[in-house]
């Protein structure tokens, strides 16, 4: 019995990494994220030989052989791109095997190609703000990521310092990497640069969510995000520009997610936050969203981004990517939710 696919319904692309564009199709499930594929796509519980061996050794009077080695078995994993970035262009990313700076891509452009090749409608293989890509199916490793213009040709330009410093993806892991910052900063901004998140797409914990939060304001110091009513109650701990919510209690993990109860048409903000040892400080609701409904058993990541084409002053926005969604072609599931 041959072995199945990573994904049932991928399509195959970007040979130099392994890379498809692909969803699981089902917004209350994650998808088979450590399916193991055998390469050679032989049964792995018997050679190739196995049953043809012992008549062969008959026939020849001669001792039989020991069974040929078995294919090697590989998990794959996944990766994907955002731009979180207000001020900066429409992007597309390359890609190299860590410290070799042999980047291949454009990634998105070279995908959006062999896709539409196929007979579907890849869009136009770029990332504008505040977009995230599909994951896509790449071999584990440590990668080093150039972010270059939509549109670009080849990755010898890159619009930002490379990042090589980005986490190892396991076998099975997930990771996004963003682009956040501003591309023209003033004082006191977080500058441009790529940053990585080690993703989770399961929940050990039936009728909850898996929520995380993701600060990619530049001008908001600490930001929370949580439900709204008479009261405002954070999901998490207060975030900092560009990084990731961090562990509060028992209840969260080691990449910033937390367990909380599905919601049904709450309202959800995002609140500007000072902490202090003894003072809360100053608080300012920065953007909300009404009307929220999630089911369980879906991971769900809020990003708070500056507002689009206004770097430095206007109100924030508030993401909502659920990232058990499939996105469409190389689409991630990521829209502005904030009125």
Known sequence: ?????????????????????????????????????????????????????????????????????LPALTTRALLRMANWSADSPAVDFCMAPHGTAAFQGPVLGTDAASIDDAGIDAGSGTLPFPQISAYLLVDPGQYDIRVVAGGAVDCSTGIVQDATNLPALAPGGLETVALLGANNPQPGELPLKVVGFTDELKNTLMDALLIRVINADV?????????????????????????????????????????????????????????????????????????????????????????????????????????????????????????
């Open 219 to 339: 001008d908001v110091p600490q930001v929370q995000v949580g439900e709204l009513d008479m009261y405002f109650t954070p999901f998490t701990a207060a975030v900092s520009p560009g990084s990731s919510s961090a562990v509060v209690d028992h209840m969260a993990d080691s990449n910033g997610y937390v367990t909380v109860i599905p919601f049904t048409g709450e309202t959800i903000a995002a609140r500007a936050v000072v902490t202090t040892l003894f003072d809360a400080g100053p608080q300012t609701i920065l953007a909300t969203a009404q009307n929220i409904s999630l089911a369980n058993g879906l991971t769900v990541t809020f990003v708070v981004v500056g507002p689009s084409g206004q770097p430095g002053g206007g109100s924030a926005q508030l993401l909502e990517c659920v990232d058990t969604a499939a996105g469409a072609a190389l689409q991630g599931s990521c829209t502005a939710i904030s009125k």
């Open 1 to 69: 019995m041959r072995a199945v696919s990573f994904f049932i319904a991928c399509v195959t692309v970007g040979a130099a990494f392994g890379a498809a564009a692909c969803g699981n199709g089902d917004d209350a499930s994650s998808p088979p994220v450590a399916t193991v594929v055998a390469e050679a796509g032989a049964d792995a519980s018997k050679s190739p030989d196995a049953t043809t061996a012992p008549d062969a050794a008959t026939d020849s009077g001669t001792a039989i052989a020991p069974d040929a080695p």
